[in-house]
């Protein structure tokens, strides 16, 4: 039974940081294909950052590339979105996802 849990959201002002957490139990670590989504009110899924399996290196959209970090630590099975100079458009629901199949509950990130 694979679960995600999401943490670390919360409210914060312009410019300021959160460090998104994942908690994976149920799925292996190394074979994981993860990502993190975002979804604001009103506007549809999107796609934040993401390691394919076997991948070291996280990829990102143009919206938040320089600005958030991606990365896991095999030894607990967490994964971590780093989110610096956060922006109002910033503000959604966050998600983290393992193989685009199992998703957490989201966690939501408010920037004033």
């Known amino acids: 039974h694979v679960q995600l849990v999401e943490s670390g959201g919360g409210s914060v002002q312009a410019g300021g940081s959160l460090r998104l957490s994942c908690s994976v139990s149920?799925?292996?670590?190394?074979?994981?294909?993860m990502g993190w989504f975002r979804q604001a009110p009103g506007k549809p899924l999107e796609w934040v950052s993401g390691?394919?399996?076997?991948?070291?290196?996280?990829r990102y959209p143009d919206s938040v590339k320089g600005r958030f970090t991606m990365s896991g630590d095999s030894a607990t099975n967490m994964w971590y979105l780093q989110m610096n100079s956060l922006k109002l458009e910033d503000t959604a629901v966050y998600y983290c996802?393992?193989?685009?199949?199992?998703w957490g509950q989201g966690t939501q990130v408010t920037v004033s």
């Open positions: 996802a393992v193989d685009y199949t199992y």
């Open positions: 390691i394919d399996q076997g991948g070291s290196d996280a």
């Open positions: 149920g799925h292996t670590y190394s074979t994981a294909c």
